[in-house]
């Protein structure tokens, strides 16, 4: 729905019928949840400060990685590019044609499972697989059509440092990735390599991260588009810097007012655990996963992370016995990590009945556990906690980047499952800008806020198209600046704007 985020809770909820001892743990795991104002702009205090330590040097805990995607498209831009998603779920592969329109494009594109073993595979495997999956996409759309060549955007939503457009070494896995041997690596040479093996006409002409693709396509359409933010399976945002404010990049003499797309990868944010008020269930999903130390924002709003606090927490409130809970249940498949995502957390908020009816079955079908009403109520104020101290930690995010460039209004384009799903992410968030910033009392209420977070456009696949199309436009302007070999740049230009697109 839209508008979800001014719905209106449709059931009012009581705690009557909760004994005493099940009262006071709601009322520790409200201690424990519950992030105010005050805590807000602490944490979005140190986030600017974060921001701007990494923009100056190359180890800082938000690595700050420039992306030389250096300007916004105008709408002008024209051409047939592929995309190639490699997102965490699926694999998307579009063909985008940018057509003479101002502001218009056609696509068509086929999305591909990722089967889950591929994931902590190998790379030779990885690679292999989403060669395959281009290889398809070409052979069903083209045939036997000759295609010389055609340039692809490759979203690659991992962090990577990009010393040119076209490269990029992943930094490390996030999202419970854990392929051996590609972290510290380029990871354009293997693909590449899995692409020529295939022999298909395809020039990799820049790898965008999801957040600078969902900026650039948000801006295509929206020109208060300042930001590009991914609210999913993890999070992230992206922005456009000027290059005279990214002192570690000041070596390379660029002129101080060209834009430079930074991709924060603050997902990383307090690594240190300096500020986020992390709760022992936080400390327990960070010590299981496979890079603990890393991504401790991340681990506390992001999709996959969701449903394994309140796992944890669950389990937590049958095993301490400070009151019964699930008491004489069979327990075994709560003890099963990672078994409840973030949709079965949703879905509890949204269950409409006042008997909570709905969360009965999805515990019972779920988990084989029959609650009574009190442990159902409990469940309930539980998501309620987890899901609103995720969407208020991530607006200090948004709000850092705002205050660090003293945006005072502007458009955030944001997308990802739990942006796009979760009950009343939209309308938390906003309220939680509205205090880190000191809004009036009428604002905070999403629409027409001064900082508006708006569902993004397509950025994995327009984006990713428009970023290789500004690539080559800028390449035959001259501007030469991150690009590793601008001869065979100019000669995709030039096969780009004679390809025709697909019937
Ligand atoms: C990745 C980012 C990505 C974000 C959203 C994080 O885990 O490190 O590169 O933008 O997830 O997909």
Sequence with gaps: ?????????????SMVDVPKDMLDQIKKLEDLFIVDGQKLKEVTNQFVSELVRG?????????????????????????????????????????????????????????????????TGTADELWAYVADCLQQFIEYHHGDEKIEQLPLGFTFSYPATQEYIDHGILQRWTKGFDIDGVEGKDVVPPFEAALAERGLPIKLTALVNDTTGTMIASAYTDPLMRIGCIFGTGCNAAYMEDCG??????????DASLPMAINCEYGAFDNEHKVLPRTPYDIIIDKESPRPGQQAFEKMIAGLYLGEIFRLVLLDLHQN??????????????????SLDAGFLAAIEEDPFENLSETYDLMQNKLSISCTKPELELLRRLA???????ARLSACGVAAICKHKG??????????????????FKIRGAQALKEILDWPENKGKGKGD?????????????GAALIAALTL???????????????????????????????
């Design 1 to 13: 729905m839209p508008s979800g985020a001014r719905r209106t809770p449709s059931r009012k909820g």
């Design 55 to 119: 923009l100056g040097q190359n180890d800082a805990t938000i690595p700050m990685n420039p992306t030389w995607c250096m300007a916004f498209p105008d709408g002008n831009e024209t051409g047939t590019f592929l995309a190639l998603d490699m997102g965490g779920t699926n694999m998307r592969v579009c063909e985008v044609t940018l057509t003479e329109e101002k502001g218009e494009f056609d696509i068509i594109q086929s999305k591909y499972r990722m089967p889950e073993e591929l994931k």
């Design 245 to 254: 404010s990214i002192p570690k990049i000041a070596h390379m003499n660029l």
């Design 321 to 338: 016995h400070e009151c019964d809970f699930f008491a004489g249940q069979d327990i075994s498949k709560l003890k099963k990590a990672y």
């Design 384 to 390: 309620e906690l987890i899901g609103t101290r995720a």
């Design 407 to 424: 945006w005072e209004t502007c458009h955030v384009g944001a997308d990802g499952s739990v942006f796009n799903k979760y009950p009343h």
């Design 450 to 462: 001064p900082i508006e977070i708006l569902p993004a456009e397509d950025g994995s696949g327009v």
């Design 473 to 503: 436009k800028r390449v035959q302007q001259g501007q030469n600046a991150g690009i590793r070999d601008p001869e065979a740049m100019k000669k995709a230009a030039a096969l780009a704007s004679k390809a025709k697109p697909s019937k």
